[in-house]
Structure formats: C-alpha cells, structure tokens
C-alpha cells in the first residue's frame, strides 16, 4: 500500500510563498493522479489541485488559480504544491491523495476518488 507524507507547511506572511511536497513511499505513486485538499479550522476539507499523469495537466479549484501550481519529480517519488501570494484565508491542514487512475476524473474535487491519504502539514499565513 502507498503511503504519502505532506511536509513543508510553515508561518508566512500574507503575500508569501511555500512549497509543500507530498513524498510516496513507492513508485507507483508517478503513475496515479495526485490531488491537494485543505481543512481550515471548523470548515470541510477542499479541494485544491490535481495533477494527471496522462498528460502532466493540472486541475485547480477557482481560488488558487493563479497563485498555485502542482508538479512532480517522478525520480523522488514526490507532487509538490507551490504556493504563492499566500492570503490569510489559504489558512488551514494540507493534505494530499492519490488515485489509483492515473488522470483527474471530472469528479476530481470529490474525497471518495482517491484511495491513499497522507497526513497533513500546517500552513499558517498572518495577515
């Protein structure tokens, strides 16, 4: 079973950047879509991304548009979620999950797609 661990969340000021990174404890994690969720405190968690593997594609939800990109290192076995022009309301846990599918699905925002989770990583951004 695919096991994934988040890291590189931290405090940053409004406007500033971070890069998470969802590292997989095996390869088989380059031939499954990749997605981002968060919960900020006392909301639902959300989506954020996904990144496909037929086609390198990625999908974002409308308000990380822009300020957010997702890629991979397949030699690291590793998404990463980079994150830029941070606002305080991009607070919350972020987590990644993987899809057995190697490609978003239309329903990729929906958590019942994917089949491995990883804990999450704190991103704290001060205003």
């Known amino acids: 079973e695919v096991q994934l661990q988040a890291s590189g969340g931290g405090l940053v000021q409004a406007g500033g950047s971070l890069r998470l990174s969802c590292a997989a404890s095996?390869?088989?994690?380059?031939?499954?879509?990749v997605a981002w969720f968060r919960q900020a405190p006392g909301k639902e968690r959300e989506a954020v991304s996904c990144?496909?593997?037929?086609?390198?594609?990625?999908d974002y939800v409308d308000f990380v548009k822009g300020r957010f990109t997702s890629s991979s290192d397949n030699a690291k076995n590793t998404v990463y979620l980079y994150m830029d022009s941070l606002k305080p309301e991009d607070t919350a846990l972020y987590s990644c999950?993987?899809?057995?599918?190697?490609?978003?699905?239309?329903?990729?925002?929906?958590?019942?797609?994917?089949?491995?989770w990883g804990r999450g990583t704190q991103v704290t951004v001060s205003s």
């Open positions: 999950a993987a899809s057995e599918f190697n490609f978003c699905a239309l329903n990729w925002a929906s958590e019942s797609v994917y089949d491995y």
């Open positions: 095996e390869s088989m994690i380059n031939e499954y879509a």
């Open positions: 990144l496909s593997r037929t086609d390198r594609a990625t």
